[in-house]
């Protein structure tokens, strides 16, 4: 499946806003091919989704992100909101990356790493608007 590539949005997780991404991310979404054979020999190929991997592209500080784990928040709801599209991860970890520079002399762009699976329904995520 081809990654989904998303611009500028707001992040929120359960009730937690974090705020607006730096020029977007990525959503990688991980399939296995199933096939099914069918009545009369023929064969019905299907994708079903696994999991998946992203990034969120952040500059602003978000409170309470300071963190004595590279694990930052576990299994939740996460939903990116743009302009004019919203997506709903179902089942979301949160990973920081291992230094982020914060300052009047020196602040950087910083990548938020997202990993999610299937929740209790088998949803894994959902696309509004696209």
Same mark, same amino acid.
């Given at each position: 499946?081809?990654? @989904? ?5 707001? @992040? ?81 970890? @949160?990973?920081?990356?291992?230094? @982020? ?30």
């Amino acid at each position: 499946m081809d990654p @989904i590539l998303f611009g500028p949005a707001t @992040i929120q997780f359960g009730t937690e806003d974090l705020g607006e991404t730096k020029g977007g991310g990525s959503l990688n979404i991980v399939t296995s091919v199933i096939k099914e054979p069918v009545i009369g020999g023929d064969v019905i190929y299907d994708e079903v989704p696994l999991y998946g991997e992203g990034i969120i592209h952040k500059f602003e500080f978000i409170p309470g992100i300071i963190s004595d784990s590279l694990l930052w928040k576990d299994f939740g709801e996460l939903v990116i909101t743009g302009a004019s599209y919203k997506i709903t991860l179902y089942n979301c970890q @949160i990973f920081l990356p291992k230094a @982020i520079n914060f300052g009047a002399l020196q602040q950087d762009v910083y990548d938020i790493n997202l990993f999610f699976k299937p929740d209790s329904n088998g949803n894994l995520y959902d696309l509004e608007g696209v």
